[in-house]
């Protein structure tokens, strides 16, 4: 698909979903939430989604019968799935005690976007969101006013995030058939399986109930499939499967001499016994594993985004996609805060709280 029928199609889409916010429902709710978008960086932007998108009635319906849904699903069809991207993921205790969540995102370019959301009928969060999948790109970006309308999808495509109970998720891709799951229960796609845990559960045991009570529908069109990584503000974590249709959890090995409990997730399953020939990502998890076994799980924030740093790629080849990292996310679950290097460049690191909507709270060097 060319640039010039790409950004058409965007554009063609933002104005429908403008439209259909004035048709459907009141809109100047979601027109504060679009002008909220402001600039961090080139290619790195924030926003504050005042708007209460209603996750109970969406958990409720599902994906299929939700308005605003749709629209992602159209978007999705015309601007790709969510294929070919490599990420590592991993949880470690400060010498303080407050607990971390790290997580780099490896993708093709695209623009990022950190969401802060705050519904009437869940838990106040911040998300990381690759916005190539709301149809932006260098060449068709939130930064005008004219483009925004796409950013109203944003809540509904959380990648890595932190709700303000503790509770962080990861999403990792695996090189397998998509998940569709076809029980009587409610459907819900990849990422929207994670905003509702992201509004409902606040710890780890409640998030993979929330797994359990839902049917996933991964993009048919997207030609892989997901598992999640899952960590809590008590120290706890997993890493959520899916195996021949059912949920499999894998926990931590525990180590006596560890201060906590860890695990570390890249693109290929952690099932036992999965065949997995197109599984990426060893050499990353076994770098972090070498590093977080030093340190016995402890690692404060800077030497947390240093392990993201050791395993973060470069222009790297994953299953015919060049791949960088777009983002290193540090987490902490403890005082509900993230520290972001943007676009592989760890000289930067940005600060940003839950409580503080949009405010670098510190930009080090």
Known sequence: MTAIIRKALCLILSTIIFVLSG???????????????????DGFYTMNYTYDYDIDK???????????????GLGSALLGGMEGFGCTTFNSVTPEGDYLFGRNFDYTESEYMLVWTDPEDGYASVSSVALIFNGYD??????????RALTLLAPYAPLDVINEKGLSVGILELSANPVFQVTEKVNLTTTTMVRAVLDKAATVAEAIEIFRSYDMRDFL???????YHVADADGNSAVIEYIDGKINVIYPEKKQDSAVDYLVAANYYLTAGVSDPGGLGYERTDRAYAALDAAKGVTD??????ILKSVSMKDEDLHGYICSTLWSAVYNMTDRSVKICYGNDFSKTYSFSLDKPQTVLSLSR
Do not use: W
């Open 301 to 306: 924030e800077r030497e947390a985004m240093n």
């Open 58 to 72: 969406l958990l409720e319906d599902g994906v299929s019968t939700h308005v605003s849904l749709i629209f992602k």
């Open 23 to 41: 048709l459907f429902e009141p809109g100047q709710e979601k027109i504060h939430s679009v002008s909220s978008v402001r600039k961090v960086a």
């Open 138 to 147: 260098a060449d068709f970006t939130p930064e005008s006013e004219v483009n």
């Open 221 to 227: 069109f997207g030609g892989c499939t997901y598992h």
